[in-house]
Each structure stands twice: as structure tokens, then as C-alpha cells.
């Protein structure tokens, strides 16, 4: 049972990073576009590419709810996978500068010859910059947290048939901070992030502790 609390922390740290839908413009989309959709290709835990979907919400703050997906490259696409469920929303703005709030529920699969990962979480992600009508310059912050993680053993259960099998509750999280630079184009958006990751405790840090995403957005 001692393998159960040295293999599954070392898996959930590489399985909790990810990579997160796109930002709006809001300098773009505020009371003009109703919809959006992106496509994105990224580096984080692992070269990952995606496709989000937002819809706004008939709520007087602004805001959009969205679905997005994304996959790992590999042989099997379906072996690493995240379905993520967010409410992105414009707290404030003067001007040009804005303040945006992005909570979220993740779903997600990790699978190798280790280990089969199902695993739950929430995420917040906090931007604050400048959203102009073609430019964006931006900060953000994000936090990433497991809530509950079934786990389901490989190869190790031969060696070790006591290895535990099944569901465990929240072991960590990660924080991201980093930047984005965005331009915009006829309803399109193409944005580039650039950040580095680290474990809740700050110690613990990712074995790829730099993330970064480029993705093309387009709303009507």
C-alpha cells in the first residue's frame, strides 16, 4: 500500500496541469458579438491542441458560458483528454483596461501503461490589461485544483496486487502566472500566452514549468 502514496501524487502533478480556453477580447465582443469559437495548439504537460465554444448569457454584466476540449498528440487522442465548463465574465472596465474572472469545472483522462487517470477539478483564472479594439495586452493569473481523482493501476498490479484501485480525494493544485498579447481582425482573434507553472506549495514545480498557447479565435 506504500506505492499507492509515492506513484499516484507523482502522477496527479503531471495530470493537473493543462491547457485552458481561450481569453476573450472584450475591447472586441463587448455588446457587438453574440458567439464565439477557437482553435488552439499549445505546450503544457504535453503538446496539446483544442476547440472552445462560448455563447453569451442574457445576464446585464457581461458574460460567456463555455465548453472547451483539448487532447494531447499521440497515437490514441482519446487516451489524454479535458472537457472543461467555464463562465467567463468582465468584472470592470474603464476605458480600454479591463478586469475579467474566469471559473470553471474540469473533467479529465490520463492514461499510459502506469496508470488510468479519471480525474475532476475547478479552476480560477483572473486577467487584468488592456482590450482595445485591435490589441490586447494582458496579465493573468490562474489556480488549478483536483477535487477527486479514480485511480486504476497497470503493469504495477502484477508486481504489486495490493496496490489500491479507486477513487481519492483532493491531493494538490497548480498556479500559473503569465502574459498574453492578442491582435484583432474582421471578428478574429489571434493571441499568443506565454507563463510559468507552479505547484501549490511552490516546491513541487512541474517537471515542464513553462507553458505557452497559440490559438485563433473567432466571434459573431
Do not use: C
Not at 95 to 116: E, W, Y
Not at 137 to 158: G, I, P
Amino acid at each position: 500500500m506504500k506505492y499507492r502514496f509515492i506513484i499516484i501524487p507523482a502522477l496527479l502533478i503531471v495530470f493537473s496541469l493543462r491547457l485552458y480556453a481561450q481569453d476573450l477580447n472584450w475591447g472586441q465582443v463587448r455588446d457587438q458579438q453574440n458567439h464565439f469559437m477557437a482553435a488552439k495548439f499549445g505546450a503544457d504537460y504535453a503538446t496539446v491542441m483544442g476547440l472552445s465554444y462560448g455563447q453569451r448569457l442574457p445576464w446585464k454584466l457581461q458574460t460567456f458560458l463555455a465548453v472547451d476540449l483539448s487532447s494531447s498528440f499521440g497515437q490514441d487522442l482519446l487516451d489524454d483528454w479535458k472537457m472543461r465548463f467555464s463562465v467567463q465574465s468582465e468584472l470592470w472596465h474603464s476605458g480600454h483596461l479591463s478586469l475579467g474572472v474566469k471559473p470553471g469545472f474540469i473533467i479529465r483522462r490520463f492514461d499510459s501503461n502506469v496508470a488510468r487517470l479519471f480525474s475532476t477539478g475547478v479552476d480560477l483564472t483572473a486577467t487584468l490589461g488592456y482590450f482595445g479594439a485591435k490589441w490586447t495586452f494582458a496579465a493573468e493569473a490562474h489556480y488549478d485544483q483536483t477535487l477527486a481523482t479514480n485511480v486504476k493501476h497497470h503493469f504495477l498490479q502484477e508486481n504489486y496486487p495490493g496496490i489500491y484501485n479507486g477513487w481519492i480525494g483532493a491531493t494538490g493544485g497548480n498556479f500559473k502566472f503569465g502574459g498574453q498579447v492578442g491582435y484583432s481582425f474582421g471578428g478574429n482573434m489571434l493571441a499568443l500566452k506565454l507563463g510559468k507553472a507552479y505547484a501549490r506549495n511552490f516546491k513541487d514545480n512541474p517537471t515542464l514549468p513553462f507553458y505557452f498557447e497559440l490559438s485563433l479565435l473567432r466571434a459573431w
